[in-house]
């Protein structure tokens, strides 16, 4: 038919179409190969490129446009959902992962394991979502992204997530219940001390659960199904603080401290103080205990304990009478009297500790009107004259016999200018304010107290402490090196009535001494020590007079008036109203 349409549309078109003639072909040659057809192997490869290019594009037109199934090599989850249709997929899905929610993870943390539903750590999934996302891949976006995603998932394997939705406050709810059950406190490192014993105690290790690092793993596991997935809670650890040899030594160690009386808060001495003990830790023992496994280590220490308790040495202080002392004043010389008893009581009640120093200026202080001292005679050389607080030299020499006999150390002493006679001689002790101070030190192992009292014309002042050797007693010896006499000194004094004469200062004479301690233990001597050399100036006796009219005047050479030896501590006189130096027990 065609050839015939063919023909008939040649004549219609008018034309007479004549048969080409073929030239005639050489006959080939036996052996002679025949010749090739040009063009003909390129033409068929070019047709089989064409039928590739145009079935490629045919599947893929097919694919993209006419499959109604999901893109080969598309998973979700564990799932292979190549060429399954939305329902098929959502049927896989659903016995893949329809009982996922009671599907349990596995959590290891610090030496204990937890196991937790999906549901109970807030996971619910979306299986028709999933099975629709997993169909809507490679039908999205243009046809070369269509294209691409396509034959990505043909030649690869695209893995899709499970459409899920996690209650993160849950989860997070979930892993705070575990982290509370995972945690340690911290042990600091310690060490205490009690009755010789030295406990080191170097702590142990504290531990909580990373939340955050718990959460995420739990999250990733949930929303990729990977219920299997081993999770290991990760621990945050704090290391106690290591302890310092040369700290613990500096806090442990202590010398021993006595138990004394608190002065500071308490003047009368009725407050005692427990000692403490001296403790020595060995540095060699501390660090093997420091280095050693073990937590717990106890070290015995070196222990010196106070010599005495607060309730022994309270049975033990001022019981005894180290040594006292009285003298005699004038009481009708009221000025004196006064400052005599001021400073007798200024002296009262003090407590010298173990060691301390007494100062005779510093506890009486300055000799002021404000402060109750009146005007009496006191001696500057071989005058006398009135000034604020004579007479309290009277109190330091008292308290200076009494001091001598109880056998505490002198550190400053000086005598008096002449000899007085209310105490000793060698056992005075004569001050001035700023210039010369009378000072001992408590030598003894215990507290001593300086009780001082007084009568109508007396002082005593008595030392107290603890004697602790029974029938010890001290005795004072002075030795008199030398005596000089004093001079009679007359002088013509013509405002005097004739005939007359008038004593103006009684003679004094010089001495000079060796004073020393004796001690008896059981009246056997024991020791014998100097305690002063002391030296009294001689004064002359000095007589004023006027001779009658017509008497020669008398030899004014003055000639030795011959002196007694003093008798040993000699009371003091009365004061009888003569004129002169009638009370020669005046300090200068």
Request: glycine share 10%; charged share 25%; aromatic share 8%.
């Amino acid at each position: 038919m065609d050839e015939k349409k063919y023909r008939g549309g040649a004549h219609a078109a008018g034309k007479r179409v004549s048969p080409k003639k073929e030239k005639p072909q050489k006959a080939a040659e036996p052996g002679e190969p025949k010749p090739k057809r040009k063009g003909l192997g390129a033409l068929c490869a070019a047709g089989i490129l064409l039928a590739l290019v145009i079935g490629f594009c045919g599947f893929t037109a097919y694919q993209l446009y006419f499959n109604d199934t999901i893109r080969k090599g598309v998973f979700l989850g564990e799932a292979d959902l190549s060429g399954k249709t939305v329902q098929e997929a959502r049927a896989a899905l659903e016995e893949l992962y329809g009982g996922g929610l009671d599907r349990q993870l596995t959590i290891t943390a610090g030496g204990q394991t937890f196991t937790l539903t999906a549901s109970d750590a807030g996971l619910s999934y979306d299986i028709a979502g999933s099975a629709r996302a997993a169909y809507e891949y490679g039908r999205q976006g243009g046809l070369l992204q269509r294209a691409k995603d396509l034959w990505s998932a043909r030649t690869g394997k695209v893995q899709l997530e499970l459409a899920t939705t996690l209650d993160e406050q849950v989860l997070k709810t979930q892993a705070e219940l575990i982290s509370a059950q995972v945690q340690q406190p911290l042990s600091p490192s310690s060490y205490s001390y009690a009755d010789g014993v030295f406990t080191v105690d170097k702590g142990q290790a504290g531990y909580v659960l990373d939340g955050e690092d718990l959460c995420a793993q739990m999250e990733a596991a949930l929303r990729t199904a990977q219920f299997d997935a081993p999770i290991e809670g990760k621990l945050k650890i704090s290391q106690p603080q290591p302890l310092d040899a040369d700290t613990i030594l500096a806090q442990i160690n202590q010398e021993p401290v006595e138990t004394t009386l608190d002065l500071q808060t308490d003047p009368t001495g009725n407050t005692v103080v427990a000692g403490r003990d001296g403790v020595t830790l060995d540095r060699s023992e501390l660090e093997k205990a420091l280095s050693s496994d073990q937590r717990i280590v106890t070290v015995t220490c070196q222990v010196t304990h106070p010599k005495y308790t607060a309730t022994e040495l309270k049975a033990l202080l001022f019981r005894d009478v180290l040594g006292e002392c009285t003298s005699s004043f004038n009481a009708r010389l009221k000025g004196r009297t006064t400052n005599v008893l001021l400073a007798n009581g200024f002296c009262n009640g003090v407590i010298l500790l173990p060691g301390q120093i007494f100062s005779y200026n510093e506890t009486v202080g300055p000799r002021t009107y404000e402060r109750g001292f009146q005007d009496a005679i006191v001696y500057i050389g071989a005058s006398a004259e009135d000034g604020v607080g004579g007479g309290i030299c009277q109190v330091s020499s008292t308290l200076y016999a009494a001091m001598l006999r109880a056998d505490l150390k002198t550190v400053e002493r000086y005598p008096h200018s002449r000899e007085v006679t209310y105490v000793g001689k060698g056992e005075d002790a004569t001050v001035a304010w700023g210039s010369k101070d009378f000072r001992f030190e408590n030598n003894t192992d215990y507290p001593v107290k300086i009780v001082t009292s007084n009568t109508g014309n007396t002082i005593t002042i008595k030392l107290l402490g603890t004697q602790t050797q029974p029938n010890r007693t001290v005795k004072i010896e002075t030795k008199i090196l030398e005596k000089i006499p004093f001079e009679v000194q007359r002088v013509l004094d013509e405002t005097l009535t004739p005939g007359t004469e008038k004593v103006e200062s009684n003679g004094y004479t010089g001495y000079k001494s060796e004073t020393y301690r004796v001690v008896y233990v059981n009246g056997v001597q024991i020791s014998r020590e100097l305690e002063n050399r002391s030296t009294y100036k001689k004064y002359d006796k000095v007589v004023h007079y006027n001779p009658a009219a017509g008497q020669p005047a008398p030899d004014p050479t003055p000639t030795p008036e011959p002196t007694p030896d003093p008798a040993p501590d000699p009371a003091p006189p009365e004061d009888t109203g003569n004129t002169g130096d009638p009370f020669p027990w005046l300090f200068d």
